[in-house]
Nanobody, 122 residues
Framework: QVQLVESAGGLVQAGGSLRLSCAASGRTRYTMGWFRQAPGKEREFVAA????????NYADSVKGRFTISRDNAKNTVYLEMKNLKREDTAVYYC?????????????????WGQGTQVTVSS
């Protein structure tokens, strides 16, 4: 069994920065990803990183602004978010599954965190 615990999100002004972390326990040498869900919208892929920390994958909407990284010694994955926009407001979830590549497909992720709210104000 894998448990994922995200750090607290927060309220940030547009153009600001925020870093989320997700600590994993249990079997963790697999791809980890971040997804988000805004009110009234479907959950969407944000970023993913392979188990080795090498290959990464980003949604076009966050490319160049968000950076995903991981520290396997700490079983933790990070999402550094810069130049935040109002449309980044959402509940952010980290997830992991049995894959090794940085997949965008949420069905490949088996374990999910509880989610953390990120609100970007203008």
């Amino acid at each position: 069994q894998v448990q994922l615990v995200e750090s607290a999100g927060g309220l940030v002004q547009a153009g600001g920065s925020l870093r989320l972390s997700c600590a994993a326990s249990g079997r963790t040498r697999y791809t980890m990803g971040w997804f988000r869900q805004a009110p009234g919208k479907e959950r969407e892929f944000v970023a993913a990183i392979s188990w080795s920390g090498g290959p990464t994958n980003y949604a076009d909407s966050v490319k160049g602004r968000f950076t995903i990284s991981r520290d396997n010694a700490k079983n933790t994955v990070y999402l550094e978010m810069k130049n935040l926009k109002r449309e980044d407001t959402a509940v952010y979830y980290c997830a992991t599954g049995s894959g090794v590549g940085p997949s965008r497909a949420d069905w490949e992720y088996v374990y999910w965190g509880q989610g953390t709210q990120v609100t970007v104000s203008s």
